[in-house]
C-alpha cells in the first residue's frame, strides 16, 4: 500500500488547502501516483473528534485508499507526543492505515504554537514524538516523518533524521529547505542523499521535482528510488506519468500526458474537476476556486500561456467556454508552442 524495498515510489505530497479528498481522488485517479499523504491534521489543545478526521479524510470510510485504489497516509501535526500519539491511535480505530508526521510545516501560525519546522530546533523532541505515536500504532502500519532540513541550518537533517529513525520512523521524507529558506528555489537534494546513505530506513527525496529531468537529477544526486512531488503535479501534469514510467512504476493508459499549453487537453482535465465538484455538491464558487487554484500553478510554473484570459471568470462555465474558445483559436502546431 505504501513504501516496499526494491518497489520505486511516486507519492503524492500533501498540500494544505490543495490536496483534499477531492484533489487526492481526482490527482490518483489520473496520475500514476502509488500513495498520498493528506494534508496536515492539527492536534494541538485536544485530539481531533471523529468529525474533524472523517471530515478532513473521508477515505477512512473506504479503507483508507482513493477510489482508485491509492493509499492515504493519514498526517498529523503536534508538539505533544503523548496527544499525537492518541490521535494517531483515534485515526487507526477510524480505518487509517499509515500516519505520517509533520516536522516541517513553515507557517508562522503554526510554527507559534508548537507545530511543524519549529520541532527541528529539538531532534530529542522529534524522537520523542515519533517514538510516542509508533508505540500507539499497530506494528504492521507505517509510521513515517515528514522534515525540512532544519530551522536555519541545513546540516540539522542530520540529527534529525537520526532521532526519526531512532524514534521508529519506518521512513522518512525529506524537503530539501530549510524553514528559513521557505519555498524558494533551489532545494537542496544533497543533504537528502547523504542523510539516505546514512540510515538504514528509506528516505523519500521531495522538493522541486516538476518533470522527469529533476526527477533523474534528484535520483543521481540522492540515490533514492521514491520520490514525493506536490506542486509539479498542478503544474505540469503529464510529467508525473513520464516519471511513473521511468522509474518503472505502474501506470494505465488512461494516466494523464498532457504536457503542455493545449486548452484542450487543460480542458478536458478541468471539466473532470468541475464534474467531481458537482458530484459532491460543492458551490459553484467552490468548482471556480479549484479551477483558478490549479492553472495558477500552471501559470506560475510558465506551462500555459492563457491564465489571463480565464482568471476573472465567474463560473466553471464561463471557464470551460473560454477553453473552447481557445481550442478554436489555437492553430494546429501552435499550441505545443505558445
Ligand atoms: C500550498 C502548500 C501546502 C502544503 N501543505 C503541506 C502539508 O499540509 N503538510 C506537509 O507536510 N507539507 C505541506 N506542504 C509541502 C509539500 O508537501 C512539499 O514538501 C513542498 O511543496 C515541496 O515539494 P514540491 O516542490 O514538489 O512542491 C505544502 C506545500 C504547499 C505549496
Redesign the pocket.
Same mark, same amino acid.
Given at each position: 500500500m505504501f513504501l516496499r524495498p526494491g518497489t520505486p515510489a511516486l507519492v503524492l505530497?500533501? !498540500?494544505?488547502?490543495? $490536496?483534499d479528498a477531492l484533489m487526492r481522488e481526482l490527482l490518483t485517479e489520473i496520475m500514476p501516483f502509488s500513495y498520498c499523504? $493528506?494534508?496536515?491534521i492539527r492536534v494541538s489543545g485536544t485530539v481531533p473528534s471523529d468529525r474533524v478526521f472523517l471530515n478532513d479524510v473521508p477515505e477512512l470510510r473506504a479503507e483508507c485508499r482513493t477510489a482508485s485504489g491509492a493509499g492515504i497516509q493519514v498526517?498529523l501535526?503536534g508538539g505533544d507526543p503523548e496527544r499525537l500519539a492518541e490521535s494517531a491511535s483515534r485515526a487507526v480505530s477510524l480505518g487509517a492505515r499509515g500516519i505520517?508526521l %509533520?516536522f516541517?510545516?513553515p507557517a508562522p501560525t503554526v510554527n507559534r504554537h508548537d507545530g511543524?519546522a519549529t520541532l527541528l530546533k529539538f531532534p530529542e523532541r522529534v524522537e520523542a514524538i515519533v517514538k510516542a505515536v509508533r508505540a500507539a500504532v499497530p506494528p504492521l502500519l507505517p509510521v513515517s516523518a515528514?522534515l #525540512?532540513l532544519g530551522w536555519d541550518d541545513m546540516s540539522a537533517i542530520h540529527v534529525n533524521a537520526e532521532r526519526a529513525a531512532r524514534g521508529g520512523a519506518s521512513w522518512i $521524507?525529506i524537503?530539501g #529547505?530549510t524553514k528559513m529558506q521557505g519555498?524558494i528555489p533551489p =532545494?537542496y537534494w544533497g543533504p537528502i542523499g547523504e542523510v539516505r546513505r546514512a540510515l538504514e530506513i528509506p528516505v523519500v527525496a %521531495?522538493?522541486?521535482?516538476?518533470n522527469v529531468d529533476d526527477m533523474r537529477r534528484c535520483q543521481d544526486e540522492t540515490g533514492c528510488e521514491h520520490f !514525493?512531488?506536490? #506542486?509539479? =503535479?498542478l503544474s505540469e501534469p503529464g510529467a508525473i506519468r513520464a516519471c511513473a514510467e521511468t522509474l518503472g512504476c505502474p501506470v494505465r493508459a488512461s494516466d494523464c500526458s498532457i504536457v503542455g499549453n493545449d486548452p484542450t487537453e487543460w480542458r478536458r482535465l478541468l471539466e473532470l474537476v468541475v464534474l467531481r465538484s458537482r458530484e459532491r455538491d460543492e458551490s459553484e464558487r467552490r468548482a471556480v476556486a479549484r479551477l483558478k487554484q490549479w492553472l495558477n500553478y500552471a501559470h506560475k510554473r510558465g506551462t500555459i500561456s492563457w491564465f489571463d484570459s480565464m482568471k476573472r471568470l465567474l463560473t466553471s462555465d464561463e471557464m470551460l467556454s473560454q477553453l473552447d474558445h481557445l481550442s478554436r483559436a489555437l492553430p494546429e502546431g501552435a499550441r505545443e508552442a505558445a
Open positions: 505530497a500533501p !498540500m494544505d488547502g490543495v $490536496t499523504v $493528506t494534508e496536515f498526517q501535526l505520517d %509533520n516541517g510545516c511543524g515528514k #525540512r $521524507t524537503h #529547505r519555498y =532545494a %521531495n522538493g522541486e521535482i516538476w !514525493m512531488i506536490g #506542486r509539479g =503535479a
